[in-house]
């Protein structure tokens, strides 16, 4: 997968301290796991508890040896914060703008 490639090259670099991954299928979501779980991952994807949520959001944001947060598109997409992440990169994108805007925007504040 090509995606892969490119954030282990930049991640190994170290020219993404911490990225934001989003994809929209779980089975994507696994690969990417599995091929970046070096780097330290957090994952929010639509099976993660409501009561986890939290907890995986706080770690990414709180604990430097997570470089790596992998959300799905429709359950990361809104209402989190990730601005301990200066880049985004959306692995598979949604054919709704406003969703792929909306993700953004987690990673940004003003």
């Known amino acids: ?7 282990r090259a930049e991640l190994d670099a170290g020219l993404l301290q911490k990225v934001v991954v989003i994809a929209y299928h779980r089975d994507v979501l696994d690969l990417l796991h599995h091929f970046l779980h ?4 957090a994952r929010l994807d ?4 409501a009561l986890e949520r939290g907890v995986v959001v706080n770690c990414f944001q709180e604990n430097p040896n997570i470089r790596v947060f992998l959300g799905q598109l429709t ?3 809104q209402a989190i914060t990730l601005t301990a992440a200066h880049d ?4 598979e994108s949604s054919w709704v703008p406003d ?4 993700v953004s925007k987690r990673i940004h504040r003003l």
């Open 46 to 49: 639509g099976s993660t508890p």
């Open 38 to 41: 070096g780097f330290g991952v």
């Open 88 to 91: 985004l990169v959306l692995v």
């Open 99 to 102: 969703d792929n805007i909306q």
């Open 75 to 77: 359950a990361a997409g």
């Open 1 to 7: 997968m090509p995606a892969v490639r490119l954030l």
